[in-house]
Every structure is written in structure tokens, then in C-alpha cells.
């Protein structure tokens, strides 16, 4: 059958070259996640460049209440995409059919629900963080706009991660690219084309990611494939959702209060100004780029994990553990480089109109970007162990690392000497800390002999998907 399901849209990581499959499948991945970073990309460069400093500064400072709330959904969809790869790796495709109907409809019900709560917490999350008076406006626009249409991001997220989990990571990218074309032009054209500033942007990010939705909605409802998703049975299954909740609330839980830890963090970076903010915000987009390889080998890992547990095999899935950990580190390194020596560049690509923009944002690259390194052992052996269905350990680690430590140690610098760059060093701290502690876990817990799934009497090999 080579790589690929029959139909070429499905991916058996249980047997081939490991190296070949990560990087097959891990490409589409990357691609996608490039894509997907255009949305704020493009918002923060036409708002940077063609509205206001202040404007930029508010589009910027909304990152962390956008990923609390969806940080508590992305560790649901996490959850359901590692059930659904070890029951494909396992061959049980009636079980497949039953998680991706779940999954599904849980999804509607949770967007139903964020939609609502997204756009009320918005101003007191804007007042937890101290954001300044002359962004506050802008930024409160920005993100009710953004909410009232957070379920085509929920939908696509959750539709993608049931693809990837089958091994089709092509259509997900192929819809990505799309939707981002699609949010570029609507951003120049509302921006600067209707003068309608940061509202403008919102309204073309939402309409771009409901388009997303649609696209792998259709894929899912017309496929004739085991992850086919079917009204008539579009019900509960209690087993299943149970197995989903137990890997992804963990992961909800992690992502959901790192991200609300960042809203405090923000506080602190606040303190410097509008002129540091716009210059974390550049910072902070350069550095989702440099972390894209990182991110989409991780989630490959993730899967390969999970189908090669599904099928009981456990040496094999260690093995592309391993090897997804060292192509990230090659990948981080080459990014890395050239991001250190062209700083003020790619700083100014963002913001041109303030020199002290600039200078802050290349401060932070220079200063930050050689701990990148650090942060590919935390994700890719957390990313193996989720695909496992051992998400609590990752979850204690990384809260630990990175919401507790990270805290007190803001703590101590603000009161002690309150400068930027102790303040921005609070970040690689966190990292080094997780990597150590997930390193002692990965090596030491035997979380390779802990099946999530039990091993199915009467299964065919020679079934298809």
C-alpha cells in the first residue's frame, strides 16, 4: 500500500523509514502552522504599518487572553486526536468513527459556550493585565470581534487535529493557505481600502478562519474513509469521551493557566510602556516563526506515538521520539542564527516608525533566541508522552516550570531590580527548568508500557480505513 491509505489520505506510521515518515508528515504540518501564523502576522504588520504605534501595541497585547480561553479547548482537541490515532494505529475504525462524532459534537457545544464567555471576560482580563489607557479601546474591540467568531477556529482546529491523527496532514495546510490568502486581503482591504483600523482586522481574521472551518467540516462529512463524520450517528460515546477527557483535560488545564500566567507576565512588560510592548510584540512574532519546525515535529511526534503504541510497538515508538528530537534541534539551530544577526531587520519589518521599537525588540531576539535549543527537549518528549496518553506528567512539569516558577521569579526581579531584560529572562528560566524535569521524566517513569487503549480481540490486519 506504500506510505499512504489507499485514498492517499491517511498515513500508517507502523512500519517504514522513521526519519522519512516524521519529515513527510511534519512538512505539511509546518507549512500549515506558517500559514496559520499569517493571521496575526498580517494583522500586526498592516496595523503597525498603516494604522498606529498604539494600534499595534493593542492587537499585540491581546495574545495571552486569546490563549487562555482557547488553550482550554486546544487540550480537548489534543485529547480526542491522540485517542483517535492509537485506535488507528490499533486498527479499530468503528471506535474511529465513534470518537470523530464525539469529538465533533463536542466541539459545537464548547464554541456555543466560549462565544459567550470570550466576550464577556474581555474587559476585566484587559484590566488584569494594566493595559494601558490609550491601547485599552482598541484592544477590547479587537478581541470581542475576535470571540463572537471563535468557533470557526474551534472547528478547525478540532477537524485538523482528527485529519493529522489519521495521517493526513496535506488537506489541513491546503485550507490553511487558503484562509490566509483569504485574511490578507481582506486585512488590506478593510484596513487601508475602508479605514476600518483594528475592527478590520478582526472582522477579516474571524470571516478567514469560519472559511477554514467550512473547508475541513466538508472534508470530514463527504470522506468514505473510517474518519468519516456522519449525522445520523452524530450522538455521545460515553467510553470514548471519558479516554478524550482523560488526555485532554490535563493538557486543557496546562495550556489554559500557562496562558492566563502570561496575562500577569504581560503586566510586567506592560510596566515599560507602549514603545517595549511593540517591541515584545515583534519580538514575540519572530519568535512563533523560529519555534514552527519545533512545533510541527512535535506534533508529528505525537501521532507517531500514538499509532505505533496503538499497535503495541513500543521500541519503535521510542526510537521516533528520539529522531524527532534531534531533527529539531538541527532546524532550530539554522533558524536560529540568522535571526540574531538580522534582529533589527525583522524587528523593523513589523514596526518601522520608532527607532525604540526597534532597539527593544532586537534586544529580546538577541537576548532570548539562543535558548530556543532548550525548548526542544520539553516539547517534543511532552508531545511523545501525550501521544502515549500520559498527559498529566507534562502537565505538573510544565505548570510547575512555567506558571509557578516563572511567577516567583518576576516576583523577586521586579521587587529587587526591575529592568526588561530580567524581566524577559523569566521566559528561558521556565525552559530550562521543564526540559530538565520532562528529561527525568521521559527517561525514568517506564510511561512507554502504560497503554491508553486495550488491545482489540478480533481485529483484522487486513482491514481498511
Not at 192 to 221: C, H, N, P
Request: net charge positive; with cysteine.
Amino acid at each position: 500500500m506504500g506510505l499512504f491509505g489507499k485514498k492517499k489520505n491517511t498515513m500508517d506510521m507502523t512500519e517504514g523509514n522513521i526519519l522519512k515518515i516524521l519529515i513527510t508528515f511534519a512538512i505539511p504540518l509546518f507549512l500549515g502552522q506558517l500559514f496559520q501564523q499569517l493571521y496575526n502576522t498580517v494583522d500586526t504588520y498592516v496595523v503597525g504599518n498603516y494604522v498606529s504605534n498604539d494600534a499595534f501595541a493593542a492587537v499585540g497585547n491581546t495574545g495571552p487572553i486569546i490563549n487562555t480561553l482557547i488553550g482550554l479547548f486546544a487540550g480537548f482537541s489534543t485529547g480526542a486526536g491522540v485517542v483517535i490515532s492509537q485506535y488507528f494505529g490499533a486498527k479499530q475504525y468503528e471506535n474511529v468513527r465513534k470518537a470523530v462524532n464525539t469529538t465533533v459534537l463536542v466541539t459545537i457545544l464548547l464554541g456555543i459556550v466560549f462565544t459567550f464567555i470570550g466576550i464577556a471576560i474581555v474587559p476585566f482580563m484587559l484590566k488584569l493585565m494594566k493595559t494601558p489607557d490609550e491601547v485599552f479601546e482598541e484592544a477590547k474591540a479587537y478581541l470581542s470581534i475576535y470571540f463572537s467568531g471563535i468557533i470557526g477556529l474551534m472547528l478547525y482546529n478540532v477537524g485538523s487535529g482528527i485529519l493529522r491523527a489519521v495521517g493526513d496532514s496535506r488537506r489541513p495546510f491546503i485550507f490553511l493557505v487558503v484562509s490566509a490568502l483569504m485574511n490578507v486581503f481582506l486585512d488590506l482591504l478593510f484596513v487601508i481600502g475602508f479605514k476600518m483600523g483594528v475592527e478590520g482586522v478582526a472582522y477579516a481574521t474571524i470571516i478567514s478562519q469560519g472559511v477554514s472551518a467550512i473547508l475541513v467540516m466538508i472534508v470530514l462529512l463527504t470522506s468514505k474513509d473510517c474518519y468519516r463524520l456522519s449525522v445520523k450517528d452524530f450522538k455521545f460515546s460515553g467510553s470514548i469521551l471519558l479516554k478524550i477527557v482523560k488526555v485532554g483535560l490535563p493538557a486543557s488545564l496546562q495550556m489554559a493557566v500557562t496562558a492566563f500566567s502570561n496575562v500577569f507576565i504581560q503586566s510586567y512588560i506592560n510596566y515599560f510602556g507602549p514603545n517595549f510592548m511593540s517591541g515584545w510584540t515583534a519580538y514575540a512574532k519572530i519568535d512563533q516563526f523560529v519555534l514552527l519546525p519545533m512545533m510541527s515535529i512535535s506534533m508529528a511526534s505525537t501521532t507517531f506515538v500514538g499509532q505505533n503504541l496503538g499497535k503495541g510497538n513500543t521500541e519503535r515508538a521510542k526510537k521516533g521520539a528520539n529522531t524527532a528530537l534531534l531533527l529539531t534541534v538541527c532546524f532550530t539551530v539554522i533558524l536560529m542564527i540568522p535571526v540574531m544577526i538580522f534582529a533589527p531587520d525583522l524587528v523593523r519589518f513589523f514596526n518601522k516608525e520608532s527607532e525604540e521599537v526597534v532597539a527593544y525588540g532586537a534586544i529580546l531576539l538577541r537576548i532570548l533566541s539562543p535558548f530556543y535549543v532548550l525548548c526542544c527537549v520539553n516539547q517534543i518528549y511532552s508531545g511523545a508522552l501525550r501521544g502515549a496518553g500520559r498527559s498529566t506528567a507534562p502537565m505538573v512539569i510544565m505548570l510547575t516550570s512555567f506558571v509557578a516558577f516563572r511567577q516567583i521569579y518576576l516576583a523577586i526581579v521586579s521587587a529587587v531590580y526591575n529592568h526588561y531584560v530580567l524581566v524577559a529572562l523569566g521566559y528561558p528560566a521556565g525552559w530550562i527548568l521543564c526540559s530538565l524535569l520532562i528529561f527525568i521524566y521521559y527517561t525514568k517513569s517506564g510511561w512507554e508500557n502504560k497503554l491508553l487503549i486495550k488491545k482489540q480481540e478480533g481485529v483484522s490486519e487486513n482491514e481498511t480505513c
